[in-house]
């Protein structure tokens, strides 16, 4: 049972627009969230993330917002550009804070 | 700070062999974990350790065996390679209390 779940497995956008990527979560333990990029034969980096305190988080052109109600969260890129084509995955932790549990990821194409 | 260092980058194994993957970090972190990727999927957890001499089980443990005993080191062992072992494996690293954990730059494994 995937406890986060990325829904869309590609995103094609074009330059200058938004891109908006979608996690659902189903384990109400989680109680902070991260978004990570990957880019190929590279390890993940760390992106962005938010407190189940909050319902919003913007970092520059990233902003992250949680729909705690929803059990979703999303981040948005604008404007998008082509070196964000990446896949994009996002993770939840608990408040043991010990484990980060991912979805499946977001291939994202950002077109020129 | 080198940070993660994963090694080797690449192998291939045949059935039955067993290999060590290697795992270093250098940034005192107390949190390390191993994780695999399949091609289109997302990073399940295979073990984790919150400290030196302490290990438990992720989501996928099964043919897989890691030990901790220093705070650098977490290697993780296959005793009897199967391809279904084949994956790209990420080793990843978290400091007690933070929330970004970093990530290696993977070490591709093929079992045939």
């Known amino acids: 049972d995937q406890q986060v779940k990325q829904n869309s497995p590609s995103l094609s956008v074009q330059e200058g627009r938004i891109s908006i990527l979608n996690c659902d979560y189903t384990n109400s333990m989680f109680d902070y969230f991260l978004w990570y990029k990957k880019y190929p034969a590279e390890g993940p980096t760390f992106l962005i993330s938010i407190s189940s305190i909050k319902d919003k988080n913007e970092d520059g052109r990233f902003t992250v917002f949680l729909n705690k109600s929803a059990k979703h969260l999303s981040l948005h890129i604008v404007p998008s550009q082509p070196g964000d084509s990446a896949v994009y995955f996002c993770?939840?932790?608990?408040?043991?804070?010990?484990?980060?549990?991912f979805g499946g990821g977001t291939r994202l194409m950002v077109k020129p | 700070n080198a940070g993660v260092t994963q090694t080797p980058k690449f192998r291939i194994l045949k059935i039955g062999q067993s290999m060590t993957l290697q795992c270093t970090q250098d940034m005192n972190h107390n949190y390390m974990y191993w994780y695999r990727q399949d091609p289109g999927m997302g990073l399940k957890l295979i073990y984790y350790s919150v400290g030196a001499g302490i290990t438990d089980k992720g989501e996928v443990p099964n043919g897989y065996n890691v030990s901790r005993s220093t705070t650098e080191d977490f290697p993780l062992r296959l005793e009897l390679a199967a391809p279904s072992q084949t994956s790209v494996y990420f080793c990843?690293?978290?400091?007690?209390?933070?929330?970004?954990?970093?990530f290696g730059q993977g070490t591709r494994l093929t079992v045939v």
């Open positions: 993770a939840a932790s608990g408040n043991a804070g010990n484990m980060l549990t």
């Open positions: 990843a690293s978290r400091h007690r209390g933070g929330t970004e954990a970093f």
